[in-house]
């Protein structure tokens, strides 16, 4: 059943044009950055040929780690687009009774709701997987460092996804959600920053930002301490956003 | 029948029995099963056809009844059958590959409808059920309710008793000044 409502969500996205869109401005952005950064990367690889400069830099360093940030920028930008589709979008359009009606657990509306939506941002995350390989048509690349990075990405995405949904769970005006989910992003990124600013104290609230555990994965790092982070994170939204809607009757209510 | 004018409760009571809202006091049973205590048993007895449908513009119509076949877990051999009986009965065979988003009125009552009987429940509910329709397309539904009415129980708002007379064999008239509800059988309500 979990799988029915992930294929609703994905294909609905698509079958209203939205999905079409959001992939265009992936594509677009994505894309224009990558070539900004292999010109970047010719240009400088030039001057380092003529001896102008003496720095030694490879491929995956020089354009797939920045890119992989600004990937990351992108991606804390539309997923709260995404994630006001998932509930609050359908509470103002009443097609969320199709649910509430149906003798499915909330556990199993809101699993099935963030599988089609994760899908939805890994079918966006396809142009960068598709640039390596115009890359690999003529140079070496670090695979593993490449798919390392990809990897943390995608443990972000989950994590901001599922955020999302919590805050998608309550709120009852998209464009509401949408800015609540945005600014929890910027609380979850300067929580870092603040950490930095208490010292070796305030090592802790660093742990709790988004983008600290993202750095070791995109730096071609595997650290258990970063998955266990994003997990955690993601089950800890996903199962207050069950809680929500398995209560949508008492807050009914009282609306 | 609930009848009554804007405003004096009649959907409240329909979301209560449908458990979309919780009663502040007072149990809700559906085939002797509470709908508060067990939401998903409870469920599988009740259809809904809500005042706001409850439709996905973006899907055809059989695409729409076929997820919600899946939702309502109507068993795999049984919900096309399901789908293809439902969609011949409402007339809706015809306009079966069309866009929810570009039907008119009429019509997206009657995939409303198809949408609350696809799994045969024995308590059926219909908040405002012909608002929108003219005359020929409510004489149509009345008779569609009627067939129905000989295996479920139906609960029906509405807040004019002219068209839904035909259907109802117990009436509870709704007053807003007071809040407060009558029960009449057929015979005092069109008298």
Redesign the interface.
């Known amino acids: 059943?979990i799988w029915?409502?992930a294929q609703?969500e994905f294909s609905?996205l698509f079958?209203?044009g939205r999905l079409w869109k959001l992939l265009a401005l992936s594509q677009f952005v994505l894309g224009f950055i990558f070539f900004w950064l292999v010109e970047d990367f010719i240009f400088k690889s030039q001057q380092s040929m003529m001896g102008s400069s003496t720095e030694v830099f490879g491929i995956t360093e020089k354009i797939f780690h920045p890119l992989f940030a600004w990937t990351t920028l992108f991606f804390l930008l539309i997923t709260p687009l995404l994630a006001t589709q998932s509930l609050t979008q359908e509470r103002k359009s009443?097609?969320?009774?199709?649910?509430?009606?149906?003798?499915?657990?909330a556990k199993t509306i809101i699993l099935g709701k963030f599988l089609g939506l994760f899908l939805t941002q890994l079918f966006l995350l396809l142009p960068l997987v598709i640039m390596p390989c115009l890359i690999l048509i003529r140079d070496p690349l670090d695979i593993g460092h490449f798919l390392t990075g990809l990897l943390g990405i995608i443990l972000l995405l989950g994590t901001t996804l599922s955020l999302g949904m919590f805050v998608s769970s309550f709120a009852k005006e998209p464009l509401i959600a949408g800015l609540t989910i945005f600014v929890m992003f910027i609380v979850l990124c300067i929580l870092e920053g603040m950490g930095q600013i208490f010292g070796h104290n305030g090592e802790w609230v660093a742990e709790f930002a988004l983008l600290y555990h993202c750095k070791n994965f995109l730096s071609g790092l595997i650290n258990t301490k970063d998955i266990v982070y994003y997990v955690a994170m993601s089950g800890f939204f996903l199962y207050f956003s069950m809680r929500r809607l398995s209560k949508?009757?008492?807050y009914?209510?009282r609306a | 029948m609930l009848l009554g004018p804007n405003g004096s409760g009649k959907t409240t009571t329909l979301?209560l029995i449908?458990?979309?809202?919780?009663?502040?006091q007072g149990e809700i049973f559906i085939q002797g099963i509470n709908i508060?205590q067990n939401?998903?048993?409870a469920?599988?007895h009740?259809g809904?056809l809500?005042e706001?449908?409850?439709?996905?513009p973006?899907?055809t119509v059989k695409e729409y009844l076929q997820?919600?076949s899946?939702?309502?877990?109507i068993p795999k051999p049984n919900s096309h059958e399901a789908v293809d009986e439902i969609l011949e009965a409402l007339a809706l065979k015809e306009i079966q590959h069309h866009l929810i988003g570009i039907l008119s009125k009429g019509l997206k009552q009657r995939v409303g409808l198809a949408?609350a009987m696809l799994h045969n429940p024995s308590v059926l509910l219909l908040d405002e059920p012909t608002t929108g329709l003219d005359k020929n397309q409510t004489e149509r539904f009345v008779e569609k309710l009627l067939e129905y009415k000989k295996k479920a129980a139906i609960i029906l708002s509405t807040h004019h008793d002219s068209e839904m007379g035909a259907l109802c064999d117990r009436v509870i008239q709704f007053t807003s000044k007071h809040k407060e509800s009558k029960c009449y059988d057929l015979d005092h309500c069109t008298t």
Request: proline fraction near 9%; hydrophobic fraction near 40%; charge should be positive.
């Open positions: 059943m029915t409502i609703h609905k079958k209203s009443h097609t969320l009774e199709n649910y509430l009606l149906s003798p499915l657990s949508e009757a008492d009914r209510k | 979301n449908a458990g979309l809202i919780r009663p502040h508060h939401p998903l048993l469920k599988r009740l809904f809500p706001h449908l409850p439709l996905y973006e899907l997820l919600i899946k939702i309502r877990i949408q």
